[in-house]
């Protein structure tokens, strides 16, 4: 407990820079991940907006590949319902040529209606579509032949070259948000991962939920989930709190807007009650109330303050990864740099002593 990564989301918001800008500014600092310490980088598949620019999460990765030597390469995820099974399984193996076994596979279902409309696919069958898909891309890539009879997926048994590098096993990973998808990630033997939006307290159950279920599937302990969090770490206590909340608040205002909380189709679509709730909430709740929580449900302060606030999280939810945010809803290269820096200085070592402690 725990490794500790970065999250590259590759956001432009509010375009105050040009695309080229942003992608030059978060490749600068992702590239630092390595020789500052951290285990793991992963990178968001998102589409056609400001919000995420990362359409092909897997050629970034790759491009990675060639600029490190150790540390690990995680897809934060592949949205299934968006991409062809045998083409996904085709380039996760071959990221883990590329990489020497370092590729880890994180797969997510997608929440965004627009780009489920772009794509042409009905939002309906999101569940249904990532279920099928889920099964035959893990398969895939653990054994190189992909097959499928599916409704949405018909696939002949094809196998796959070059073969896999090695054994996938506990190098997959589920996006597992929603309450009903909780129990897929346990049944495919997958890490969960969640996002910081709400208290920790709030996602004891949650967890609880899911450690039982793949204890109950898997005949063993669950791994450690991942936790990823937007970050803002100063030797300032009030300037991070300034800048959390500004800066971490516009990114909440873009995920909002992103995502259509602000309507109600998500209870009008099937697979998306529990985001119904939250519409809900956010249609009848002061938006300054909640965008205040969302960032105090992320983690900021003075490196002891975002230490003591993990030992905070541990005592709630067990041992959890850590994937962290450092770019995000308009913040500086300068400031993301210093963030960064500052957080693998103080904070890392920290967490790295837990690790020792542990084995």
Request: with cysteine; charged share 25%; hydrophobic share 40%.
């Amino acid at each position: 407990m725990p490794q500790v990564g970065i999250n590259c989301v590759l956001q432009n918001a509010f375009d105050e820079i040009t695309d080229r800008e942003a992608y030059e500014r978060d490749l600068h600092l992702v590239k630092l991940a390595e020789p500052l310490g951290f285990e793991k980088i992963s990178a968001v598949e998102h589409h056609f907006n400001n919000y995420s620019m990362g359409p092909d999460n897997v050629a970034l990765l790759a491009w990675l590949a060639g600029q490190t030597s150790t540390i690990e390469l995680m897809t934060g995820a592949v949205i299934l319902p968006w991409n062809n099974p045998l083409r996904v399984v085709e380039r996760m193996i071959l990221l883990d040529h590329l990489s020497q076994g370092r590729a880890h596979f994180g797969i997510g279902r997608g929440l965004a209606r627009r780009e489920y409309e772009a794509f042409g696919i009905d939002m309906n069958e999101s569940r249904d579509r990532f279920n099928e898909a889920a099964k035959m891309v893990i398969e895939g890539v653990e054994t190189g032949f992909v097959e499928g009879d599916g409704p949405y997926y018909k696939q002949k048994r094809t196998e796959v070259r070059p073969r896999p590098y090695k054994s996938f096993k506990d190098r997959i990973t589920c996006v597992a948000m929603s309450p009903d998808t909780v129990p897929i990630a346990a049944e495919l033997g997958a890490r969960m991962t969640v996002f910081a939006q709400k208290p920790w307290a709030e996602m004891v159950g949650h967890f609880e939920t899911y450690h039982r279920l793949f204890r109950e599937a898997q005949g063993r302990d669950a791994p450690a989930p991942t936790c990823t969090e937007f970050v803002f770490c100063d030797s300032s206590a009030d300037r991070a709190e300034e800048m959390a909340m500004k800066y971490i608040g516009n990114y909440y205002d873009i995920l909002i807007d992103h995502y259509e909380f602000g309507s109600k189709h998500f209870s009008q679509t099937k697979g998306y009650s529990g985001y119904a709730t939250a519409a809900e909430k956010v249609l009848t709740t002061a938006h300054e109330q909640l965008r205040e929580a969302y960032v105090r449900a992320n983690n900021f302060g003075t490196p002891n303050q975002i230490l003591e606030n993990y030992e905070k999280r541990r005592a709630l939810i067990g041992d959890f990864d850590i994937q962290i945010n450092v770019t995000y809803g308009g913040l500086s290269l300068q400031d993301a740099e210093g963030n960064l820096r500052l957080y693998a200085e103080k904070v890392l070592p920290e967490l790295k002593s837990w690790q020792r402690e542990a084995a």
